[in-house]
């Protein structure tokens, strides 16, 4: 069946501007996360939706990064006022319920000028 | 929130060695301690899992131990193959996140 499938694969843009990574789980899944992987890092959680709510947001990292998951489906990860610090690839993962294990997206790749 | 430690960084063995990668964890409340495999510019993929009120789990040439007293876990490989190079990662769950280890970059030498 289909995965986690994230949109844009590539992202390029400049310092200063707005940008959005979407994230489609796998159908029925009701969790999902956002991490960010930076080159020779281990993944770093960033936040944890279960439905609609994001039950965990620790891990964003300051208020220039939000994101959404308004129908408890697809989900958003919005970065405003982009710096160049925030070049890293962002993956997306979904799971069927607490104790099951995460399938991860490939991932977007974004690159702040 | 959750804090994952795992080490060695780096392992090199030579084909058909054992390779072992642990890894500590800070929340008594973690009961979900996944490993997931990365290949270079691919997403991490599940090899195996274990759940807190198991002690060990065993796959083929892949096994996970668990010491919930001393909060580590560690991932055992035997017979490495070349195929088996990649980073691999430990990640636990606490009450909410799911956290990473920094990662081990394994490289098995033919």
């Known amino acids: 069946g289909a995965g986690v499938s994230q949109t844009p694969s590539n992202k390029v843009t400049e310092k200063g501007k707005y940008v959005e990574l979407r994230c489609d789980p796998i159908?029925?899944?009701?969790?999902l996360y956002w991490y960010r992987q930076s080159l020779g890092q281990g993944p770093e959680f960033l936040i944890y939706?279960?439905?609609?709510?994001?039950?965990?947001d620790s891990g964003l990292p300051n208020d220039r990064f939000f994101a959404v998951r308004p129908e408890g489906s697809v989900s958003t990860l919005k970065i405003q006022r982009t710096e160049r610090g925030d070049s890293a690839v962002y993956l997306c993962?979904?799971?069927?319920?607490?104790?099951?294990?995460?399938?991860f997206g490939n991932g977007t790749r974004l690159t702040v000028t | 929130g959750e804090n994952v430690e795992q080490h060695p960084s780096t392992l090199s063995v030579q084909e058909g060695d054992s390779a072992v990668i642990k890894c500590t964890y800070s929340?008594?409340?973690?009961?979900?301690f996944p490993w997931y495999k990365q290949e270079l510019g691919k997403r991490p993929q599940l090899i195996i899992d274990?759940?807190?009120?198991?002690g060990e789990k065993k796959d083929q040439r892949i096994a996970v131990t668990l010491n919930k007293t001393a909060k580590h876990f560690s991932l055992h490989i035997t017979e490495t193959q070349p195929e088996d190079s990649a980073v691999y990662f430990c990640?636990?769950?606490?009450?909410?996140?799911?956290?990473f280890g920094a990662g081990t970059r394994l490289t098995v030498k033919p």
């Open positions: 993962a979904s799971s069927l319920g607490f104790l099951s294990p995460l399938h």
């Open positions: 159908s029925g899944h009701t969790a």
């Open positions: 939706f279960q439905g609609t709510g994001a039950a965990d």
């Open positions: 929340d008594s409340a973690s009961n979900y």
């Open positions: 274990i759940r807190s009120n198991v």
């Open positions: 990640a636990a769950r606490g009450n909410n996140d799911m956290r």
